[in-house]
């Protein structure tokens, strides 16, 4: 982890688990939170598994202008929606993640560019991510035609071992052809290598030119853990597993509890390069 004592020049954060409550709603004080930040002089961005149209209703209130990282970094957006950057699956490990998915009893989902694919409709956690997204999914009978420009595969069980061990199980077979990690106990998202929210810090890092020791990041998934790694000051919240906080430098309060605000309000803006004093 990197040192914690520089001036906090960016932060970072997830959304799920993070920036919303779990009924997904953005609160007044998150919002104010990210305006105090602005007046601060700190830049604000965030990062998630959702695809970017499932961000797109946090543009407007919170007024982003930095690039919104989807899929984990598998696919960096303006805020137009118009494409930046985009990593995608080697076309030729698709269905053997999918088998492996199937192995461990787990549904596959396939993103492939806008759109979101799932075998049954029906299905575990399908009504609550299209409540999150906003847009429904299409209905694949198999992976024919869906193995090229895939961002991101996801694994989906109720059966929360199974993912767990459906994790395990990514990294030993595929090593560092993929990034596979959890974005919620229920899920394992499979991504290109370098679509995680480490290479997301990085990225930022290097577009601003602001050094990694004045990042902030927060998130409460063990997907969070690799920016963690690449960030001055890392911020796990309350509701994070003891493993999540454990990589972390500091702990908030849970996502029930204003812990995003509340983490802003502790942590960051004392530490911001200049603050802003309205007159008066």
Known sequence: MKSSDSSIKLVLADVDGTLVTPDK????????????????????????????????MLIEPLNLTTPIAAFNGGLIVNRDMSVIEQRVLPEDLVKPVSELFGSFSLDTWVYQGADWYV??????HVARETATVKFEPKVMTGLDGLTSNIAKLVGVSDDLDAVARASTAAHDKFGDHVTASRSQPYYLDV?????????????????????EESIATIGDMPNDVLMFARS???????????????????VTTAN????????????????ALFRFTPFG
Not at 256 to 269: I, K, P, S
């Open 119 to 124: 075998p049954d409709p029906n299905g575990s």
């Open 191 to 211: 991504t290109h290598p370098d679509a995680n929210k480490g290479a997301v810090a990085r990225y930022l890092s290097q577009r601003y030119s602001i050094p």
């Open 25 to 56: 709603v953005l609160t007044d004080r998150a919002v104010d939170a990210v305006r105090k930040l602005g007046e601060a002089g700190i830049l604000f961005a965030i990062t998630s598994g959702r695809p970017p149209r499932g961000m797109s």
């Open 256 to 271: 029930t509890d204003e812990g995003f605000a509340n983490a802003m309000e502790r942590f960051v803006l004392p530490r």
């Open 232 to 250: 001055g000051l890392s911020i796990a919240m309350g509701n994070a597993s003891g493993e999540v906080q454990h990589a972390a430098r500091r």
